[in-house]
């Protein structure tokens, strides 16, 4: 069903009502289906809130606001927030049209959460149908202790020592660091507490949502993991893509390393990418006295779709990329530039026995990556021939960057 591509035909008529009932009333459209992932096949709701019903949707951040006391007209100034509250509305009454839950009983029938951006859509739940569903908010991050951690020079080594005292002294993160409600998402997730339970990423998350203390400190926490893909890989797997990392460091530097480190991350703050160059400083020294060399590829761009490859090509032919790079033809991208010019650059100039290659385009193919690369080169090898993954987060709630990396050998 689809309102939008005039999709109609693929649900009984009833349900075609339903869903048109829905639209009307919030003024939204909605796009329903299915999709195979895998063996499996997910049903898959869509909403589009270009242009709600507005009395609807102020209706209902007031009930919020009644029900819940979080301050919807605070943070009305931001789009993001705004998003999540008027898809929850519509949200929920197609999951109703579409017959979600009927005929279970309210503990066979279960609302998850996904960190903040859920907490609308269990609102909704919680005031249109009154204790008829189960709900469970999954904490992927704290939003608060993120923040408190990237913001201030100490990062997670003063922020992780204050939880931690705190712990023995009673005392709650508010206490420590001051009212914190300027961030739209602290005191939405303090309402997390009004779910039937709470999952936690990782382990850390589980202390850092206690520190919010009040319903928190007795909340039900459960310590649920991400799941990381376990792959078998063969001495001969890893030494073969070893070889592929070596020759193409080989092409682009000069030389065949004797150790091939990696970084394959997001180019985002908190994985805090200038330490590598910290440790690389000192393996530089060591390296030297060994007369050995080494390489570190870092793959993170800000442009996740990448670039067009006939561009990497130019690139490359004219100045050498990604070994080197420009920042004022659509190479460099926003957070990429400082990244590169500020701490990439520098520790080259200075390292006599390493090198960092700030590769900034996803895909580690010749075809993605230009014709440097070995012809036989594909992602898997980065994973496998590397000797070491680094991974230094100043705030990392799961570490599924760090583990990963286990799985090939």
Not at 271 to 288: I, N, Q
């Amino acid at each position: 069903y689809g309102s939008l591509q005039a999709i109609f035909d693929g649900v009984p008529e009833e349900t075609r009502l339903a869903l048109q009932r829905v639209e009307q009333t919030f003024e939204v459209a909605i796009l329903y289906g299915r999709r195979r992932f895998g063996r499996h096949e997910h049903e898959v709701l869509l909403v589009d809130v270009t242009s709600p019903n507005r009395q609807q949707m102020d209706t209902f951040r007031h009930h919020i606001w009644q029900n819940y006391g979080f301050d919807c007209a605070r943070y009305g100034w931001n789009p993001e927030l705004n998003l999540y509250l008027d898809i929850a509305p519509p949200l929920f009454g197609a999951l109703m049209a579409l017959g979600v839950g009927d005929g279970l009983d309210a503990n066979d029938k279960f609302i998850i959460a996904h960190e903040w951006l859920g907490l609308p859509l269990v609102f909704a739940a919680q005031m249109t149908q009154p204790n008829q569903w189960r709900t469970i908010f999954y904490a992927h991050e704290t939003a608060t202790a993120r923040r408190l951690v990237e913001e201030h020079s100490g990062h997670d080594t003063r922020f992780y020592n204050t939880l931690f005292k705190a712990q023995e002294w009673n005392l709650t993160l508010e206490s420590l660091f001051g009212n914190q409600d300027d961030l739209f998402k602290h005191p939405m997730i303090r309402q997390a507490v009004r779910c039937d339970n709470i999952f936690a990423v990782g382990d850390l998350v589980v202390d850092e949502l206690r520190f919010l203390g009040d319903g928190f400190t007795d909340a039900n926490i459960d310590l649920v993991y991400n799941g990381i893909p376990s792959t078998n890989t063969s001495l001969a797997e890893k030494l073969e893509s070893k070889r592929r990392l070596q020759k193409y460091c080989e092409n682009l530097l000069g030389y065949i390393p004797d150790y091939v480190f990696t970084h394959v991350t997001r180019l985002v703050y908190s994985k805090s990418l200038w330490r590598d160059m910290r440790v690389m400083e000192h393996l530089d020294r060591m390296l030297a006295q060994e007369d050995k060399r080494a390489v570190l590829f870092v793959l993170s761009t800000s442009v996740p779709a990448g670039r067009r490859s006939e561009w990497v090509y130019a690139w490359e032919q004219q100045y050498g990329w990604p070994v080197g790079h420009r920042g004022d033809n659509g190479d460099l991208i926003d957070a990429e530039a400082p990244y590169f010019f500020n701490v990439v650059e520098p520790f080259n100039q200075r390292a006599s026995h390493s090198r960092v290659v700030f590769v900034n385009q996803f895909g580690w193919s010749q075809d993605r990556c230009g014709q440097r690369m070995p012809a036989d080169m594909e992602f898997m090898d980065i994973r496998r021939g590397s000797d070491l993954e680094f991974g230094q987060s100043i705030y990392e709630p799961f570490g599924i960057a760090q583990v990963e990396p286990l799985t090939f050998g």
